[in-house]
């Protein structure tokens, strides 16, 4: 549990406290920075750990061979090669996973920064928002609407076609469909927000879903879908050909209802 003010308790027994009292908002991709972190200090440590412990008793008995006290190198060769062998196989398992997440942060910073652009034509932004056991990598919020933006970085071939369609339904990747239907969770994402905005403001607003795969060319979409698919460079010409469904003078109300709200989740 965070809170607003960390107190301390001087040897005077005077008692001072933070001059920041409010949370920060999240930055993008502050969730899989923190998993990265999580991994590197729990999940492997054990097995780093273990592996440092049995090379060493491999050392020390080998020492004890040379040195001609009674040695038992064989067995503990055997015990650490079991230990080592299993504890190879995890970290393996574990570094690939933290470059997936890495090569996830970097796509996530990236349209972070490629959103920025946003805020001179007037949208409020917010990224990272934790949503129960999701999180939602960004939201745009103005005249022109609000979006709940999706980032899906996928490693590419160096060579051959690199194409994303989308029939207005599934996504297929090369092809291929993704394990996890990114339709669904954006319309999931999305349906979030406007429950939010509903009890904050009591207004019902419509929230855009988006996927975005940065570096990958997107085939043109059918007209008229509810979820966009796009390249992040796509976006700023979709929004463009939008209405403006929202006013100018609201924008800032709602944003600051909505920030208030994800920074007492925080707290909570």
């Known amino acids: 549990m965070q809170k607003k003010n960390y107190l301390m308790i001087t040897r005077n027994k005077k008692i001072i406290i933070s001059p920041i009292k409010k949370t920060s908002l999240r930055t993008a991709g502050q969730s899989i920075d923190e998993e990265i972190n999580r991994i590197k200090t729990e999940d492997l440590v054990p097995y780093i750990g273990v592996s440092v412990f049995m090379v060493g008793g491999i050392i020390f008995e080998w020492y004890r ?8 190198p064989l067995a503990i060769c055997a015990a650490a090669i079991m230990v080592l062998a299993f504890s190879g196989y995890k970290i393996s398992k574990y570094r690939k996973h933290i470059k997936n997440l890495k090569l996830a942060l970097q796509g996530e910073r990236a349209v972070g920064e490629y959103l920025n652009r946003f805020r001179e034509k007037g949208f409020q932004q917010f990224h990272d928002v934790v949503a129960g056991n999701f999180n939602i990598d960004h939201i745009l919020i103005g005249k022109k609407g609000i979006y709940t933006i999706e980032t899906k970085t996928i490693s590419k071939y160096q060579k051959g076609p690199q194409t994303i369609k989308y029939d207005g339904e599934t996504v297929s990747i090369n092809g291929y469909k993704p394990d996890r239907d990114p339709i669904i969770q954006a319309k999931a994402q ?79």
């Open 190 to 268: 999305a349906n979030w927000v406007k429950d939010v905005l509903k009890d904050l403001t009591g207004k019902n607003f419509y929230v855009r879903p988006v996927v975005l795969y940065p570096g990958w060319f997107v085939d043109k979409q059918p007209r008229g879908t509810d979820v966009w698919v796009l390249n992040p460079k796509a976006l700023d010409s979709f929004i463009k050909n939008e209405n403006s469904v929202i006013d100018e003078k609201l924008i800032p109300s709602i944003s600051t209802h909505f920030s208030r709200y994800v920074r007492n989740s925080k707290m909570g």
């Open 65 to 72: 061979w040379i040195t001609k006290l009674p040695p038992r």
